[in-house]
């Protein structure tokens, strides 16, 4: 992914650039929306400053999923849509992770990450440190395998489904 180029480099990335001048971050500028792709170990700090920071306030965490780069390393990527009321602007980030790799839990900056966290960990498979209570959310229970990823086989159903035993 390649820097924001030109003189109107977005507010957001020009105060993280001031901010975090140790952080080693991408960005990309597509359709007047900016992705910055960031390191997991510099997640949770972006996170509370882009919420914190009187010029910034990104409130609202509008959406958190995943893609699956399968064949590719890392394997996933994780996204985060954030909206600032206020300001009315957006911004998106990106951390990539591979197979069996834990990612930050943002569930103590934007509340509403809870279920979001929660879906990605069903669908993908991904596991979020520090979640309060990571556990399916669409699937039941016993459900094997995560539906979202590349390799999941298309027919795929449950024993129960195969048995005819579902609602009694």
Wanted: charged letters at 30%.
């Amino acid at each position: 992914m390649g820097d924001v180029k030109g003189t109107e480099e977005n507010l957001t990335v020009s105060k993280l650039r001031e901010r975090f001048p140790d952080a080693a971050f991408s960005t990309r500028s597509f359709c007047n929306e900016t992705t910055l792709l960031v390191g997991s170990g510099d997640l949770i700090r972006f996170c509370r400053y882009l919420r914190e920071d009187p010029g910034l306030l990104y409130d609202f965490l509008s959406d958190l999923t995943a893609v699956d780069r399968f064949g590719d390393h890392p394997r996933f990527e994780v996204v985060y849509h954030l909206y600032s009321l206020q300001y009315k602007s957006r911004i998106r980030l990106k951390i990539r992770v591979d197979e069996g790799e834990a990612v930050p839990s943002v569930t103590a900056v934007w509340g509403t990450a809870n279920w979001h966290e929660r879906e990605v960990f069903d669908m993908f498979g991904i596991c979020f440190d520090t979640h309060p209570d990571l556990r399916r959310i669409l699937m039941p229970e016993g459900w094997e395998g995560f539906p979202l990823r590349k390799d999941y086989p298309v027919q795929a159903s449950p024993r129960w489904w195969e048995e005819g035993t579902a609602g009694g």
